[in-house]
Each structure stands twice: as C-alpha cells, then as structure tokens.
C-alpha cells in the first residue's frame, strides 16, 4: 500500500533572486525558498492577516481588544522585566534568547533549534540553520539587523525526521510558520520570538550605518534603546550613541524595507514567548509569557535570571501625535536641538509599557498612512482590528 504524499512535496520552491508572491512587501522570511510555497496564498503575512484565527490556533483565544494591554501587547498571561545575572558575552541585550534555546537542546526539550547565524564574510548577513549544540546557538546570538530568510530551512526540517523543535523568529516569520506548523511531521513546536520593527535589506543596513555612525565599518552591534538614544558598539568595545531625534530621517525615509513600513505584528503576538527590551526599564529585558508554552520555556532559566515587575509611568500620547507630520515630512533637527530634546524627553518621557506604547503608536500610525497611500485597496484587510483600534486614537495628514 502507498501512503499519498502531501501535497506541498510536489511544489518547487522559488530561486534564489526571484520576484515572490508578495512582490515589494515581501520581508523574505525563506518560506518561498521551500516546497510550502505551496500554501503561501494563505500563510504569507502580507498576502493574507489572519491574527484572530491564529491567535486562537496558538493561544486558545483572540487578544481582548477590551483590555488596553492586550490590544497593545496581544495574547498574555504575564509579563516582567528580567535580566540575565551572568550576560552572554556578544549577545544583543543580556542573552535571554540563546539561554532559553541551549537548555531547550540539553534538557532534550527539543532536538533542534531555528535560529540564524552570519555568514563568514560579513557578521550581519544572515545565515539560517538548525542548531543541534548549545555551540551552534551561541553562534547565533546578536541581532542580524536585516530581513532573514529564517524558514528557508523549513523543509530540512521535515526531511530529517526531527518531532521536537525551537524555532526562534520575528512577527512575519512566526505568522508563516504558524500557518503551516501541522505540516512540518512534528509532534510538538515551541516558538521563541522578538519584537522587531524597521528592518532592513543589507544594502539599507549599509546606508543607515553610513548616515548615522561615526564609523560604519566598525559597527558589530546596535539598538535603539529605551533612553531615546541609538546605542552603537564598535569592534574596539567602544560605543556611540546617536539621539533618536537627531537621525537624518530626510535620507532613511526610504531605507526601511516596504514589509516594514506595512507591518503591525510589532510584538511577535503569535510566539509563545517574546524575549524583547522596549516594555522593561533602561538596561533590562522585557519578557511577555503569551501562553503555558511559553511558561514552560521560561521556567527553565528563571533561577539565572533578576526579575523585577513591569511599570509604566508618563503620557505619550502628545509626543506621538506632534512626531506623525514631523516624520512625514522628513523633519531633522540640527544636532545640538536633537540632543537637547532626547534629554528633556528621557527626563520627563514615556517609561516601561508606557515607552512600548509610544514606539507602538509611533510606528503603527506611520505604517498606517504608508499602506493607506501605497496599496489603499490592501488597508480594510491588512490592517488588524487592534492597530485600527490604536490608531484610530491620533489625527492623521491624508
Ligand atoms: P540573543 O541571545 O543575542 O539572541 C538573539 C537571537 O535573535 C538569536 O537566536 C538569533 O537567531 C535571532 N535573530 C537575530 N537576527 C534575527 C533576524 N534578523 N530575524 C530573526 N531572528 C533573528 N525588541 C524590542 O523590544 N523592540 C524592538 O524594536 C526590537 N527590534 C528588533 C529588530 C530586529 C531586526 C530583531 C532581530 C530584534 C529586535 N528586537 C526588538 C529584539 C531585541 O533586539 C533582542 O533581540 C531581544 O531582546 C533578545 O536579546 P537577547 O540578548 O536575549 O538575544
Ligand atoms: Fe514568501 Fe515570506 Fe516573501 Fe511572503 S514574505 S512572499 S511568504 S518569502
């Protein structure tokens, strides 16, 4: 007796370099790169939104668009702001991430881990792989600041047979991943996710390092903190920091990848749980626990972590509304003024879920007017309820 193969086996994944179902907005996630090609009609975030139904395929429920966490930072049962006691040298913040995925591997939680490495040529183009030793997931700690083609390696999955697997992704490759998770021969998935927002091809990576750092050869990491401030660090151990208002947006308008400026799944709301920054105070690690999944990944490294509540103090509303014309209209503001300004606002500005918020808004109403101009027939569809819901708060230029 023959068993009939799934249909996807009979697919051909795309070339490399090959114009994708989702043409400009297509964030290179590596899912066309496959045989599921197959179901990309259905699981690509940009071609199809579908956060209610898998939501409740991932959580059990939809977010609560009644409760304003929720609506800000999708399905959760908890939330803290945490710390690694012992930082992983070269991570990108305290190294939560890689901790969580090695004892996932050496507690035989899983038998592989997705996560992305660099080539060797260049530390941050990214490099997909199925890590089997804690020593091929260090290999892949620090952000790789550019669009990553993590489920290229999707189909070596379920060609080598493996039932258990982390995989470790950003908001538009889980949303793929999730739509055909029961096609990939598992028996049990964990998804381990980041927020991410402006991401960028490798070329933009360049021209924002060229417009923004003193000196962008040197660069082997950067983040946009919590403190209003671009922190840079260079390959002597020295670091750079660039106030947030003082950014040439005049030349980055266009940097940012058309996936990006069309995205509003900011805080990864189908992983199980998300390991980011942007919630917790200045210096720590913001963790959002969506589901029991998730509980049982974190438990496995709360006794090397500090822990502390979330908080949230300010009122970001009026800053949002007076960046949105300030950013459509490329405004930049001399140094002096920048600095100046990224002072008084770290002072006085948003604080914990009340920063994650105003980068939220920041982005989601930007996003917003960017889809409404560039693809109008997309906006009712693309946009989910719980950005409209956020949005809907400001008043925005036509
Ligand atoms: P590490 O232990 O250093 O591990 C990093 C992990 O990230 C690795 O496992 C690696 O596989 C994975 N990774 C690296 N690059 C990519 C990529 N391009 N795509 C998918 N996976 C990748 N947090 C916020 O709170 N706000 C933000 O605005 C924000 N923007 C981000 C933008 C990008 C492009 C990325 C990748 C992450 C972003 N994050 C953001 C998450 C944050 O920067 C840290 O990655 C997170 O806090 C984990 O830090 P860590 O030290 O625990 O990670
Ligand atoms: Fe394919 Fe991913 Fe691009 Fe969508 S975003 S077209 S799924 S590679």
């Keep these: ?207 924002f390092l060229e417009t923004t750092s003193r000196s962008p050869d040197t660069v082997v990491h950067y983040e946009f903190m919590q403190d209003f401030r671009v922190h840079f660090k260079h390959e002597d151990g020295s670091t750079e920091t660039v106030p947030f208002f003082g950014l040439k947006t005049n030349q980055l308008k266009d940097v940012f990848a058309p996936s990006c400026m069309s995205c509003f799944d900011y805080v990864n709301g189908l992983a199980d749980l998300v390991v980011g920054y942007m919630g917790a105070p200045f210096g720590w690690q913001w963790i959002v626990v969506r589901n029991p999944t998730g509980q049982e990944m974190l438990d496995l490294v709360m006794d090397q972590l500090d822990t502390q509540p979330v908080m949230s103090q300010g009122d970001r509303h009026q800053a949002v509304q007076q960046s949105i014309p300030a950013y459509d209209q490329g405004v930049t503001l001399p140094m002096w003024a920048a600095k100046l300004m990224g002072m008084v606002i770290e002072r006085i500005g948003p604080k914990g879920l009340e920063y994650a918020r105003f980068s939220i808004d920041s982005h989601f109403t930007r996003n917003y007017l960017y889809v409404k101009r560039n693809y109008p027939e997309k906006l009712a569809a693309h946009v989910p309820d719980f950005a409209k819901k956020i949005v809907g708060q400001y008043k925005l230029p036509d």
């Excluded at 579908?50 to 966490?69: K, V, W």
């Excluded at 990108?92 to 591997?105: D, F, K, N, P, R």
């Excluded at 889980?174 to 927020?195: C, F, H, M, S, W």
């Design 1 to 207: 007796m023959t068993t009939a193969q799934p249909p996807h086996r009979k697919a051909k994944a795309l070339r490399p370099g090959a114009i994708r179902p989702a043409k400009e907005l297509c964030s290179e996630c590596g899912f066309c790169d496959t045989y599921y090609i197959h179901y990309v009609k259905e699981a690509c975030a940009f071609l199809n939104q579908q956060f209610p139904a898998l939501e409740t395929q991932s959580h059990g429920r939809q977010r609560d668009l009644e409760q304003d966490n929720e609506v800000y930072f999708g399905v959760h049962q908890d939330m803290m702001a945490a710390r690694k006691q012992q930082p992983i040298e070269g991570a990108q913040w305290t190294g939560i991430v890689s901790s969580i995925a090695i004892e996932m591997l050496t507690q035989g939680k899983v038998e592989g881990v997705v996560c992305v490495q660099n080539t060797e040529a260049d530390r941050f183009q990214p490099q997909p792989v199925i890590a089997t030793t804690p020593e091929e997931i260090l290999a892949a700690r620090v952000n790789k600041p550019t669009l990553s083609p993590n489920l290229s390696v999707l189909e070596q999955v379920e060609q080598s047979g493996m039932k258990r697997l982390l995989v470790i992704g950003v908001g538009c490759q889980i949303q793929a991943l999730r739509a055909v998770q029961d096609k990939l021969g598992l028996e049990k998935l964990y998804v381990l996710g980041t927020p991410c927002v402006d991401n960028v091809s490798r070329a933009g990576l360049q021209k």
